[in-house]
């Protein structure tokens, strides 16, 4: 993300509403500035009311079929200083699920490239530095518990968790009000739709699953939150969805909930630019032209791998070209990243195989001769194709050989899935009792309409 040097206030002026806003007689908005500077008070708060608060009492209902406020929430925005586009709308979408939409941003009219979207203050902006910041040392307890190496999106959860307490006075009742309760990423699922997915996409989202308890797991170090809280699934696992279905990393390391920039939904080719200022302001931007109704979006991550973003956002991305071959080496070694694993191992949907996938095979089957091993990593290393190419011919059959049964291999897994899934349904398994069902049998689908593609062109090599 780059750094726009463009004041807050000049865009401001470039966005529609800002300075003629005026809340509707019928909506009611808690002028209360957000701020994670000034917090003692705001953080003894807490303290006070952790031994006494009740679930009940707490306005924001998260059961999943509970209704989302994005009406209020515009008014909301505006009038904490977030400048709206004159072409920026919300609009919504019906899941595979049928138990709520996918509201979204779009334009409502054709924009050309640099145009204006939305603009964010910062201190609408919650960060975990700072939310660590206004915490205090009582969370380093945790911090220390949960023996991972990043931090910050912790303390967004702690935060979320914080505001969601405070109930309709919290600065972000509004904005939190709005967000799903219903989600479908790795920490949602159940063990059956763990069974459902094939290896790799099980273990990815079972890493998700396992975060989130050790988030669970690290509350017991937290005194300033109510016990009803920390003890209810429905709620920790609330928090944690929207902290890593919506977080944005930021320049520097620290990560951050944008509120109305996280109403942008992810796209293999970004049409949008996210962007900060030295004060941490935020600046979204068109990157191209755009039609009238068309989704503003940008990249959450590789979109050649859809299992990651099923496993993390709970969402399949299926305008990708390319998807991550699924061979998974354990304990690679450096000269395997090196070689391209496993970011650049793609199969594409045309049933093409990325060199990288030749390569890292290739490499591993050479490791019965140490010698030619690594004279085939120099090669690699030193841009020399003509050795590398001496090679592929040479050992061409073994590497084919050992593509086409990782390919065979995984498809089986599928097909066997599918009879599985064909066998639940038909005893009553249905999506009214598993509502990811759909969502998990389309990305199988998904996945085995590459994997067939490739395998009927590894068939045309030896035809």
């Not at 459902?196 to 998700?208: D, I």
């Amino acid at each position: 993300m780059t750094c726009h040097r463009l004041g807050l206030a000049l865009i401001s002026s470039l966005l529609t509403g800002v300075t003629a806003f005026h809340l509707p007689t019928t909506t009611t908005i808690i002028h209360r500035q957000p701020s994670l500077t000034n917090n003692h008070n705001h953080h003894h708060h807490h303290q006070q009311r952790a031994q006494s608060v009740t679930l009940h009492q707490y306005p924001i209902s998260i059961t999943e079929n509970a209704p989302r406020d994005t009406i209020t929430l515009t008014d909301w925005a505006i009038n904490y200083g977030i400048g709206l586009g004159d072409t920026f709308q919300l609009t919504a979408t019906q899941q595979d699920d049928a138990i709520h939409d996918d509201v979204y941003t779009i334009t409502s009219q054709p924009i050309a490239p640099s145009t204006p979207i939305l603009s964010i203050p910062s201190n609408v902006i919650l960060t975990g530095s700072m939310a660590r910041q206004e915490l205090g040392s009582q969370t380093f307890g945790a911090e220390d518990s949960l023996l991972l190496s990043d931090h910050q999106p912790f303390y967004l959860f702690l935060k979320v968790l914080a505001e969601y307490e405070l109930g309709d006075q919290s600065p972000w009742y509004y904005w939190l009000n709005s967000l799903p309760r219903y989600y479908s990423n790795g920490a949602s699922m159940t063990d059956f739709c763990f069974g459902c997915l094939p290896p790799y996409a099980a273990g990815l989202a079972l890493a998700e699953k396992k975060r989130y308890r050790q988030y669970v797991e690290a509350l017991s170090n937290i005194s300033f939150l109510s016990e009803e809280s920390k003890q209810s699934e429905e709620v920790t696992k609330w928090a944690f969805n929207v902290v890593f279905t919506r977080y944005m990393e930021l320049p520097g390391g620290d990560v951050a909930l944008v509120p109305m920039a996280d109403y942008l939904n992810h796209g293999a080719q970004p049409n949008v630019d996210i962007s900060y200022d030295e004060e941490g302001n935020c600046y979204v931007y068109s990157m191209t032209e755009v039609g009238a109704g068309e989704p503003l979006v940008f990249s959450y991550g590789d979109s050649t791998n859809p299992s990651n973003l099923l496993a993390r956002y709970g969402f399949l991305d299926e305008s990708s070209a390319a998807t991550f071959c699924k061979y998974v080496i354990e304990n690679p070694t450096f000269e395997m990243f090196n070689l391209g694993y496993p970011n650049s191992m793609y199969f594409y949907n045309d049933g093409g195989i990325s060199n990288e996938v030749w390569d890292v095979l290739l490499y591993e089957l050479l490791k019965v001769s140490p010698e030619e091993q690594q004279h085939f990593y120099q090669a690699h290393m030193s841009g020399d194709e003509g050795t590398k190419a001496s090679y592929h011919d040479q050992y061409f059959a073994q590497t084919y050989k050992s593509i086409t049964s990782h390919v065979d291999y995984i498809l089986n897994e599928l097909d066997e899935l599918g009879i599985g899934l064909e066998t639940q349904i038909a005893q009553g398994q249905d999506k009214k009792r598993h509502p990811r069902l759909p969502l998990i049998m389309r990305h199988n689908e998904f996945v085995k309409g590459t994997f067939d593609n490739v395998r009927q062109n590894l068939d045309n090599m030896y035809a």
